[in-house]
């Protein structure tokens, strides 16, 4: 079993900048991909970005040049560094692993963002 422990969300201004951490833990033999999304009220969840263990990054379009995946595999770590942020970006952002066959979900952490 592998835990996901978010952390780093919050309330901040538009055009401001928020950094997600996402630490894995637990029974870790080799995650492959890391990843973020996020789901708004009334919306379904949807991928923010992922990166592989090779460090190949996947962005949904909304976010592309705003916000950057990067990964320290020594502590099993996935970072989001957001960006000019919009009231759009509004969600509960939920981090993502994928080990072996299995994938595991982190609780979330709350991104409001005022306009």
């Known amino acids: 079993q592998v835990q996901l422990a978010e952390s780093g969300g919050g309330l901040v201004q538009a055009g401001g900048s928020l950094r997600l951490s996402c630490a894995a833990s637990g029974r870790i033999f080799s995650i492959n991909t890391m990843g973020w999304y996020r789901q708004a009220p009334g919306k379904q969840r949807e991928l923010v970005a992922v990166i592989t263990s090779g460090g190949t990054t996947t962005y949904a379009d909304s976010v592309k040049g705003r916000f950057t995946i990067s990964r320290d595999n020594a502590k099993n770590t996935v970072y989001l560094q957001m960006n000019s942020l919009k009231p759009e970006d509004t969600a509960v952002y939920i981090c993502?692993?994928?080990?072996?066959?299995?994938?595991?979900w982190g609780q979330g952490t709350q991104v409001t963002v005022s306009s």
């Open positions: 993502n692993c994928n080990q072996r066959m299995y994938g595991y």
